[in-house]
């Protein structure tokens, strides 16, 4: 059983940051890839940014410049560092883990308004 949990949703005013964390446990090892997707009203959920275990990654370019991926392979945890944010950011974020396997949370609500 895995279970993954995001935190760090919020509210921001134009311009600011947010800084969203998710944390994979249970019986899961050698994380391929770590993302974070979003999921905005009436719109379909698309990738964020993902980060591969040999510390590639790949950003939205919508994001590209604003946004930071970061791991951490010992604790099972992935972050997403957003700066600059856009009231086009506000959006459901989601933590996706794997392979190996397919793992979402639960998802954290991230609005940018003043």
């Known amino acids: 059983q895995v279970h993954v949990v995001e935190s760090g949703g919020g509210l921001v005013a134009p311009g600011g940051s947010l800084r969203l964390s998710c944390a994979a446990s249970?019986?899961?090892?050698?994380?391929?890839?770590m993302g974070w997707y979003r999921q905005a009203p009436g719109k379909q959920r698309e990738l964020v940014a993902v980060?591969?275990?040999?510390?590639?990654?790949n950003y939205a370019e919508a994001v590209k410049g604003r946004f930071t991926i970061s791991r951490d392979n010992a604790k099972k945890t992935v972050a997403l560092q957003m700066n600059s944010l856009k009231p086009e950011d506000t959006a459901v974020y989601y933590c996706?883990?794997?392979?190996?396997?397919?793992?979402w949370g639960q998802g954290t609500q991230v609005t940018v308004s003043s």
């Open positions: 996706r883990i794997g392979p190996p396997g397919d793992y």
């Open positions: 249970g019986t899961i090892s050698s994380i391929s890839a």
């Open positions: 980060i591969f275990s040999t510390r590639s990654t």
